[in-house]
């Protein structure tokens, strides 16, 4: 009977090990996009502690803002006291995860008075690539999983065209072992260039996911074009600021609550063959 015993044990003892071991082949990632914090604005501020909140509860192995981390609408003054703000949540998420930051139009672009110097801290880089502090190559690897991200900073001031196709065809090129590519950026405009790449990309196996937002396109992650020959996504992900558009619409919002709709994230899961799937995480 004992010897029973030890055999359920151990059989039991197995079956967890061999799960923790499968369940340790997945990356796990939250992406999260186009918040607009504004200075002053307590629900913009609220919806992005929540996002956090969930970020430091669930710890994921990977975190991904693709821009429009403030409002930056009021001037340079306004603009900073938001990136502080920006800043002292985004700070909190634990050393643990990994964080993916490229800045949008209204962090760093024309007409707004915040530029990527203002951002350096969360770049990576001490020198321009192909022009921005926020082009770069992020590889990551968790047990036989290995992902490579590449931040392109398709709204910087000074990016420079040439150079930037030059080092997208090498960052696209070597694959070194990934089993998926993610371009993040702030908008779409870079994808027929990351197309037209791919295609000359000699021996390239593995699926390329280009994530963006800026487009405010819905409440969730979208598929928005494909190219299942050449093995390319393109996703949109609505903001975290969509379903509540700030004070013009409050007055409206406090007499019609069912008009302020739940934030949002995602959360994507990226197995050991490199193949990804999603599904859109809502404030309860």
């Known amino acids: 009977m004992r010897g029973r015993n030890r055999s359920f044990a151990f059989c039991f003892l197995l079956f967890l ?9 997945l990356i796990r990632i939250f992406w999260v996009t186009d918040n607009h914090l504004k200075y002053g604005d307590p629900v913009l501020e609220e919806r992005l502690e929540w996002f956090i909140e969930e970020v430091k509860r669930e710890k994921p192995d990977i975190v991904i803002h693709t821009g429009d981390a403030i409002d930056g609408k009021r001037g340079r003054e306004y603009a900073l006291k938001e990136i502080e703000q920006f800043v002292f949540y985004w700070d909190q998420i634990p050393d643990s995860v990994v964080t993916l930051f490229v800045p949008g ?3 760093i672009g024309f007409g707004y008075e915040t530029a990527e110097e203002d951002w350096l801290f969360y770049s990576g880089n001490t020198e321009k690539i192909a022009g921005s502090f926020f082009n ?8 036989s999983i290995r992902l490579r991200f590449i931040l392109v900073c398709d709204f910087s001031r000074t990016l420079n065209p040439s150079a930037l196709t030059c080092w997208l065809s090498d960052a696209l090129s070597v694959n070194e072992g990934n089993r998926a590519l993610f371009v993040l950026s702030h908008s779409a405009a870079l994808f027929p260039t990351i197309t037209d790449l791919l295609k000359t990309v000699p021996h390239r196996e593995v699926s390329v996911y280009f994530l963006h937002g800026h487009e405010h396109g819905g409440l969730g992650m979208m598929l928005q074009e494909s190219e299942v020959a050449s093995k390319v996504w393109r996703y949109l ?6 379903g509540y558009y700030g004070a013009a619409q409050t007055v409206f919002q406090k007499m019609l ?8 994230f995602e959360e994507i899961i990226v197995d050991a063959s490199g193949t990804m799937t999603h599904r859109t995480i809502r404030q309860p």
Do not use: M
């Open 257 to 264: 609550p069912f008009l302020v709709l739940p934030p949002f």
């Open 17 to 25: 090990c061999l799960c923790q071991l499968f369940a340790s082949d």
């Open 237 to 242: 992900l609505g903001g975290l600021q969509d």
């Open 105 to 107: 139009n209204r962090d």
């Open 136 to 143: 770069r190559i992020v590889d990551f690897q968790k047990g």
